[in-house]
């Protein structure tokens, strides 16, 4: 069975993109100031399909962005507070037997949201975190055999503390494959903090923020922006990135087959946001580092040499040939 091609995306498919991916943006804005770049990432990820690992100190506004995000976007939000003695039911659902009806019915979790915000993912122990696993990757949460599909859009944005070590389990490769994109928020510039100081304003208070547009529109464009162009050149040039971390002596495991993927699809989004319906090198380059940095090991050596897999991977995109264009 053939299934059918997507449609070509037309100048009228970029543009109205455009102005729906800026006016997302202004609206998680007025809750998160003066941090558009991450949440540009953000909403990268999300029309991609793709997940986002926020590395940060507390209090930089983790929350707020994602449940602004949900705002902006009309849907539900919910959040998870990862803990040690949390189970994989109390993330995904569970079947509870009904003594009215005396039927098994399934009570889902608050991973059944357009939005999750999977707080300090790193604190619960392995098998809570693999309940993420196929809900990442398949938008399909499987209870006693049976399949219950989550939210379109689906967007997981979990958190970890890179200070406060104690008590965290060190997420496996396999889970860090499905996030899209890594990426912190930081702290303000000093104007937007006075501005988040000050009394009666507006920043961090998501009541505020508008609804810019509505799921399934979002689904929609997702969809449509796997038509955006590629040109081969391109392709092989993301392919020769992989090749280049896999080969570095620097590094144990270089970039995956899915990370060079999702650096496909989010230079596609990038692209569209940007107003074009193709590719350039500079998408590319932009989102190598949030999109491929956090899917490497570095070895011992690099470690104790201070060696980071950001720094690897700038490396890595210098020295890689980037593709001309064509008379």
Do not use: W
């Not at 009228?12 to 809750?31: M, N, P, S, Y």
């Not at 930089?60 to 949390?86: E, H, I, M, N, W």
């Not at 992989?242 to 995956?256: F, I, K, Y």
Request: net charge neutral.
């Amino acid at each position: 069975m053939t299934t059918a091609a997507t449609p070509a995306v037309g100048e009228q498919d970029i543009a109205a993109f455009r102005t729906l991916h800026a006016r997302v943006g202004d609206a998680v804005e007025t809750a998160l100031r003066g941090k558009r770049p991450v949440i540009d990432l953000v909403l990268t990820a999300l029309f991609a399909g793709g997940h986002v690992l926020l590395e940060d100190v507390p209090g930089t506004g983790k929350t707020t962005l994602a449940r602004a995000v949900a705002t902006a976007l009309g849907g539900v939000s919910r959040r998870v507070q990862f803990t040690p003695d949390l189970l994989p039911s109390d993330v995904t659902g569970t079947s509870v037997y009904d003594p009215q009806s005396g039927a098994v019915r399934f009570r889902p979790g608050p991973v059944f949201a357009n939005v999750v915000l999977a707080d300090e993912i790193n604190r619960a122990a392995a098998k809570t975190q693999s309940a993420l696993l196929e809900v990442m990757e398949e938008r399909t949460v499987t209870v006693d055999g049976v399949g219950h599909p989550v939210p379109d859009p689906f967007l997981v944005v979990a958190t970890q503390n890179p200070i406060d070590l104690d008590g965290t389990y060190r997420l496996p490769e396999a889970q860090l494959d499905r996030f899209a994109l890594r990426t912190a928020i930081g702290y303000p510039e000093r104007d937007h903090e006075l501005d988040v100081l000050r009394p009666g304003s507006g920043a961090g208070v998501v009541a505020g923020v508008p609804t810019a547009t509505d799921p399934r529109r979002v689904a929609e464009l997702t969809r449509r922006l796997t038509a955006v162009h590629v040109a081969d050149p391109i392709l092989s040039y993301i392919t020769d990135l992989g090749a280049a971390t896999r080969a570095d002596p620097r590094l144990r495991l270089g970039a995956s087959t899915r990370g060079l993927r999702s650096l496909v699809r989010c230079a596609q989004v990038r692209a569209a946001a940007a107003g074009r319906h193709f590719v350039v090198p500079s998408d590319v380059q932009a989102l190598a580092v949030p999109v491929l940095a956090h899917r490497l090991v570095p070895t011992r050596e690099a470690l104790l040499a201070g060696t980071t897999t950001e720094d690897v991977l700038s490396e890595v995109v210098e020295s890689v040939e980037v593709p001309r264009p064509t008379p």
